[in-house]
C-alpha cells in the first residue's frame, strides 16, 4: 500500500518565500500569488472542517451533534458563538432516504434536494439500505468521520510545498514507460509484461544530496531519509530486480535520480518546486492494490492517467476517474501507444467521447490535459520527430500545469472537494430542517388533539378525585337528609295508615289494634326501603358522572364494579343493619297500649251512660210504679224520666261508635312515641349514610387508584411529546442557523479564483 513518505526530507524552500536565487521575477511572483491563495484555500479547508465537526458526531453512534449558532463575515471568518461551548444542545441528523415508502415524511422533505455526492452512500453502500433509515444514519456518520480525516489530510497536502504526481493506468498500458520517458532514461522497470507490483516514488537526486540511490521502504509512515534504520537503501541498477522480486516485502520504493537537462525543460529537476513522479501498479493487477490506489489518491496532487490507445477506457480505469473526479476537476490523461493505431482519428475521436462522459472540464481543457503519445519511441536513440513532438508538448503541458498552474492543479481539487462537502452539509441541513418542521407540526398537532380531553380529565381530578373524601361526604349527605326528610313526614303522617285497617266492632277492637300496628310497621318498611333505593340511585348517578366525564376523555375508562355500589343494602352488613333498624319495632301487647289509667278513663267515659239506661230501666222501674199508683197528677215526671233513659241509651250508643277513634288516636299515639323514642328517623338515617359512604368509598377509590394511572401515563405522553416538540425546535432553529453558515462559506469558496 502507497503512504506518503515522511515530508522532512523535502530540501525544497516554502514557496512562501523569495526565489531570487533560482527563478525569475516573474516566478516569484507567481509563486506569491499562489501563496496567497493557499492560504486562503487553507484557511476555507480549516472553516469546513469546522462545520463538518459540528455536523458530525464523533462520540456516539445514532449522529447525536452539537452546533453553534456563529456566522461567517464576509472574509468567511467565523463570528459569533461558536461550537463547543458550554450550555449547547445536542440534536440529530438524519441521512437522506433511499427506501423509504413514497409517501412517508422523509421523502416528502427530500423532494427536490439533489443527491449526496461526498457523503452519500456508495455503491457498497448502497446494499445496506432499509426502510427504516437506521443503517444509512450509521453509514452517514463514518462518511463523516471518513471525511474529517480526508479533510486532515488535504490540509496536510496543500500546506506541503511538494506537488506529488501519480503515474497509474490501467494494466500494461505503459505507465513505467511514460516515466523513463519523463527522465528521458531507464529508470523504472518496464517490459510487455507487467513490472511494477509496488509503488515507487521517483524524485530529484538534489533530495538525496545529489546521489543516485533507491531506498525500500517497509513502513511508509516511519521512512526518514536521515535514519537509515527506516530503509534499505541499494543502486539503482538493480531497481528492475527488486521491483519484480521485492522479497524482503517492502511497500514502497523511493528512487533517487538525476534528470540533466536544464530546468526550464525537466518535470523533476525544474528548480521551482519538488516533484515526485508515482509509478504505480496497474489498477487491475488485483483487487487489493486497486483498493489501495483508489484510498491513496488523495494524497495527490495531480493525477497522470495513462489509456492504452489499443484498449481505450477499461471499466476499472472508468470507475478510478469517476472517484477522482469527485475531488479532481482536471485530470492529465495520456494516450499512449498511439503510433500503434492506424485509424488515428476514429481513435482520439472515440477516447475524447469518452473524456467527455467522464471528466467533462478535462475535455474542456482537451488540449492542455489530453496528448496522444508514443513514450517508448522518446527512448530511442533517434526517436521520430512526430513523437519527440508530441510527447515534448506534452511534457511543456504537464509542466505548466504542475508548476505555472499549481493552484489549478494543486488547489483546485481541494476547492472542488470543499464544494461537494459543503453542498452536501447544505442538503443535510435542509432536509433536517424540513423534517425538524414537519415534526414541529405532527407534534403540535397531537398535542392539539389530546388538549381537550386532557383539560377533562384534569376537571374531574380536581372536582372529583382531588378531594374524593368530599366528594363521598356530598352524596352521603344528600342520602342522609332524604332519609330524614321521607321518615319524618312518615311520622308526622302516621294517622293517613287506619285507613288501610278495617274497623271490626267493639267486639274485635283488640284485633283491630294489632292489625293497625302492623299496617304502620310495614308502611315504615317501604319508607326505609325507599331511603336506601335513594341512596343506591343517588351512589350510582355520581359514579356513572365520573365515569361519563371519564370515557369522554380517555381511551380507556376506569372500570368500576357497579354491583358494590347497587347491593350496598344488600350485603350481610346492610342486611344486618336492617334487621337492627327493624328491632326498633319489638312486638307489643294489647295491654302495652291500654294501662290501667286508660282503662278507668274508658270508664268514666262509658259506665255513666251504661248505668244511667240500666237503672232506668231496673232500679228505678219500681219506684215508678209506685208513684204511678200515689199520683196519677205525676204523669209529666215520668215523662221526663223516660227522657232522661232515652239520652243515657244514646250517650252510651255514642260511645260505643267513638271508640274506633280513642283506639286510633291510642295505638298510634304509642307507635308514634315508641318510633321516636327508639330513633326511627336519626339511626336509620345515619344507618343509610355510613353505608352511602361505604360503597362510594370503595368505588370511587378503586377508580381513582385506576385513573390516576390512566392520568400519569397521559402526563407522561404528554410530556415526552412536549419534550420532542421542544427538541424540534431545536433541531429546526438550529440546521436553519448551520446551513446559513454553510451557505455562506459555500459562497465564498465558489468566489475564489484558482486560474
Not at 464576509?74 to 458550554?86: K, L
Not at 517490459?191 to 538525496?208: H, I, K, R
Not at 515534448?392 to 505555472?404: G, H, K, M, P, V
Request: aromatic residues 6%; hydrophobic residues 40%; proline residues 3%.
Amino acid at each position: 500500500m502507497f503512504r506518503p513518505a515522511s515530508r522532512t526530507d523535502s530540501t525544497a524552500s516554502s514557496s512562501d518565500e523569495p526565489l531570487v536565487n533560482r527563478t525569475l521575477d516573474g516566478v516569484t511572483e507567481q509563486n506569491a500569488v499562489y501563496a496567497a491563495k493557499r492560504s486562503r484555500v487553507l484557511s476555507l479547508i480549516e472553516q469546513t472542517r469546522d462545520l463538518l465537526q459540528d455536523l458530525s458526531a464523533s462520540n456516539t453512534s445514532t449522529a447525536s451533534i452539537a452546533a453553534s449558532s456563529g456566522t461567517l463575515n464576509a472574509g468567511g471568518t467565523p463570528q459569533g458563538p461558536q461550537s463547543g461551548g458550554a450550555g449547547q444542545n445536542a440534536f440529530n441528523v438524519r441521512a437522506m432516504p433511499t427506501a423509504y415508502d413514497e409517501r412517508s415524511p422523509a421523502v416528502l422533505a427530500a423532494q427536490g434536494l439533489p443527491v449526496l455526492s461526498v457523503l452519500g452512500l456508495d455503491g457498497s453502500d448502497a446494499a445496506m439500505a432499509t426502510t427504516t433509515g437506521d443503517i444509512e444514519t450509521h453509514v452517514l456518520a463514518a462518511k463523516m468521520a471518513d471525511a474529517l480525516v480526508y479533510i486532515d489530510r488535504l490540509l496536510l497536502r496543500i500546506a506541503d510545498t511538494r506537488s506529488r504526481v501519480l503515474v497509474t493506468g490501467d494494466l500494461n498500458g505503459g505507465k513505467s514507460t511514460f516515466v523513463n520517458a519523463l527522465l528521458r532514461r531507464q529508470v523504472v522497470p518496464d517490459d510487455q509484461q507487467p513490472c511494477t507490483a509496488l509503488f515507487a516514488e521517483v524524485v530529484d537526486a538534489s533530495q538525496n544530496d545529489g546521489k543516485e540511490e533507491v531506498h525500500g521502504i517497509p513502513d511508509a509512515s516511519k521512512y526518514d531519509r536521515t535514519d537509515p534504520f527506516t530503509y534499505t537503501a541499494f543502486s539503482i541498477d538493480i531497481l528492475r530486480e527488486v521491483v519484480e522480486e521485492n522479497e524482503p516485502g517492502y511497500e514502497m520504493l523511493k528512487v533517487y535520480c538525476s534528470d540533466t537537462r536544464p530546468r526550464d525543460t525537466s518535470v523533476l529537476h525544474n528548480g521551482i518546486v519538488d516533484v515526485s513522479l508515482i509509478d504505480s501498479p496497474g489498477l487491475n493487477i488485483d483487487s487489493m492494490k486497486t483498493t489501495s490506489l483508489m484510498a491513496q489518491q488523495e494524497e495527490i496532487d495531480v493525477i497522470v492517467f495513462v489509456v492504452n490507445a489499443e484498449n481505450h477506457f477499461t471499466l476499472s480505469g472508468r470507475e478510478f476517474l469517476q472517484n477522482a473526479g469527485k475531488e479532481k476537476s482536471y485530470i492529465f490523461i495520456v494516450v499512449n501507444r498511439f503510433d500503434q493505431i492506424r485509424r488515428k482519428d476514429r481513435c482520439k475521436k472515440d477516447i475524447l467521447s469518452q473524456i467527455k462522459e467522464i471528466s467533462p472540464l478535462t475535455y474542456q481543457n482537451r488540449d492542455q490535459l489530453v496528448h496522444f503519445v508514443a513514450a517508448k519511441q522518446t527512448l530511442e536513440p533517434n526517436p521520430p520527430q512526430e513523437w519527440l513532438d508530441s510527447f515534448t508538448c506534452l511534457e511543456n503541458n504537464l509542466r505548466s500545469f504542475i508548476l505555472e498552474k499549481r493552484a489549478r492543479s494543486k488547489l483546485n481539487p481541494a476547492k472542488m472537494y470543499l464544494a461537494h462537502l459543503l453542498g452536501d452539509m447544505s442538503t443535510l441541513c435542509t432536509y433536517n430542517h424540513a423534517l425538524a418542521v414537519q415534526q414541529v407540526g405532527e407534534i403540535s398537532g397531537a398535542l392539539s388533539a389530546t388538549a381537550p380531553a386532557f383539560e377533562r380529565m384534569l376537571r374531574i381530578k380536581e372536582q372529583f378525585l382531588d378531594d374524593a373524601t368530599r366528594t363521598i361526604e356530598d352524596s352521603a349527605t344528600r342520602a342522609h337528609a332524604f332519609a330524614r326528610d321521607q321518615l319524618g313526614n312518615f311520622l308526622e303522617g302516621i294517622e293517613t295508615y287506619v285507613e288501610d285497617v278495617e274497623w271490626g266492632g267493639v267486639l274485635g277492637m283488640w284485633q283491630y289494634a294489632r292489625e293497625l300496628r302492623n299496617a304502620v310497621y310495614r308502611h315504615a318498611a317501604v319508607r326505609l326501603r325507599r331511603c336506601e333505593d335513594f341512596a343506591v340511585k343517588s351512589s350510582v348517578g355520581c359514579v356513572k358522572n365520573i365515569e361519563a366525564m371519564a370515557e369522554s376523555c380517555m381511551e380507556t375508562p376506569p372500570v368500576v364494579d357497579m354491583a358494590v355500589v347497587t347491593t350496598a343494602f344488600e350485603d350481610g352488613s346492610a342486611e344486618a343493619g336492617r334487621a337492627a333498624a327493624m328491632s326498633l319495632f319489638v312486638p307489643l301487647e294489647l295491654g302495652d297500649f291500654f294501662d290501667f289509667v286508660d282503662k278507668i278513663e274508658i270508664l268514666k267515659e262509658y259506665v255513666p251512660s251504661l248505668g244511667l239506661m240500666l237503672g232506668g230501666i231496673f232500679g228505678y222501674h219500681s219506684v215508678t210504679m209506685g208513684m204511678w199508683r200515689a199520683d196519677q197528677t205525676m204523669v209529666r215526671g215520668k215523662t221526663a224520666f223516660l227522657g232522661i233513659s232515652l239520652a243515657g241509651v244514646g250517650l252510651f250508643l255514642y260511645s260505643l261508635s267513638d271508640m274506633k277513634n280513642v283506639v286510633d288516636r291510642k295505638v298510634l299515639g304509642k307507635i308514634k312515641s315508641h318510633l321516636i323514642t327508639a330513633g326511627l328517623v336519626d339511626a336509620n338515617s345515619e344507618r343509610i349514610a355510613r353505608g352511602t359512604r361505604r360503597v362510594l368509598r370503595l368505588a370511587i377509590w378503586e377508580f381513582q387508584n385506576q385513573f390516576q394511572r390512566v392520568m400519569i401515563d397521559s402526563q407522561m405522553k404528554r410530556q415526552d411529546l412536549v419534550e420532542k416538540r421542544s427538541k424540534a425546535e431545536m433541531n429546526k432553529d438550529e440546521f436553519r442557523a448551520l446551513g446559513a453558515r454553510v451557505s455562506t462559506l459555500q459562497r465564498i469558496v465558489q468566489e475564489i479564483d484558482l486560474d
